[in-house]
């Protein structure tokens, strides 16, 4: 059976207000449920219910790159991808992500941001691929699927929107289909499409190791609030980031497995594990580390300028997320949040600067019931 793609343009949606009662999406996994059936329009019935699930965005609050080189081995990783050691955290910033049977063979994607593709180049959409190449027989069952990314996580700002938006169609196929898939088995086929689209399914605090796909949870830090800025016209490629840093700074690289497993050792054992052991927000707002500023924020001097007029505000902790250009804040409370917001709108009188106020999420993909 031939797969098909229609690409249509979308009115943007003018608001999203979400009054509704919100479950982590374990807790709603379907029992196993194996599709052996020759493909036939979808019959109506409750496993074909729609699905919408929110997919909150992403910040590092630790990056640390170690090198190039596989782990346990001494060799270059075949894949490109550094080792690395991050501390992970979802915030409330949210997509919503809406999943619908369409009784075809084909797989429709729209948005309502149009910068975002409505194609294979849109991550979501892969995930979608990657669904009907593991279970045929499902898609032979139950046929496409009409995927809407209702966007609210700003588009190239390393807050991971695309990997959550794909984490997000991972379990609402697994829901549409009654596949019964575990959180590791979802987990395993998000590593497939990207680095942080496990953690994208999970959520919550958590330690990245690998190239960020192995995870380790850690105690949640919900407590805590976050001012998110970010140049609407300004991204930055996160391959060009990594491959930048490589040239500057890859003679320090290390390489050798003993010396790669010390140093994450010392990491899991290190002061910043033990501030979010603690929920420590101050300290933890001390430790904030991000490798990849040290190449982006001289290429990018307004986006040094953002995070200096953030750090003027006195917040908990300022840094860069992940390859940029967003720049985050850490504060206490929502009223903290305002105050540094207007502080640094004040500062920086630009209408291409967006802010956001989020608070530290606790979970991942989430169905909206």
Known sequence: MGLGLEVRETEPYVSLTFNLKISPFSALLSPYYLCLSPFHPPLPSLAMRPYSLLAPAKINLYLEILGDHVSGGEAPRPDGFHEMVMVLQSVSLVDRIDLRANGSDTVHVYCNHPEVPNDANNLAYRAAMLMIKQFPDCFARYGGVDITIHKQIPVGAGLAGGSSNAAAVLVGLDLLWNLGLTRDELQELGAV?????????AGGTALATGRGEQLDVLPSLDQLYVVLAKYRHLSVSTAWAYQTYRKRFGESYLSRSNDL??????????????????????????????????????????????REAFQQGNPIGTMM??????????????AQAERLQAQVKQAIADPDLDFWIAKFNPSGIRIVE
């Open 321 to 334: 997320s992940g390859s940029g250009p967003t720049v985050f804040a850490l504060v206490d409370s929502q």
């Open 261 to 306: 497993e010390q140093r994450r050792q010392q990491i899991h054992s290190g002061p910043m594990m033990n501030a979010i052991a603690h929920r420590d927000g101050a300290k933890i707002g001390q430790l904030l580390r991000n490798d990849l500023e040290k190449v982006v924020l001289p290429e990018h001097p307004q986006v040094l300028k953002l």
């Open 193 to 201: 499409l990207g680095s942080d689209v496990p953690f994208c399914i």
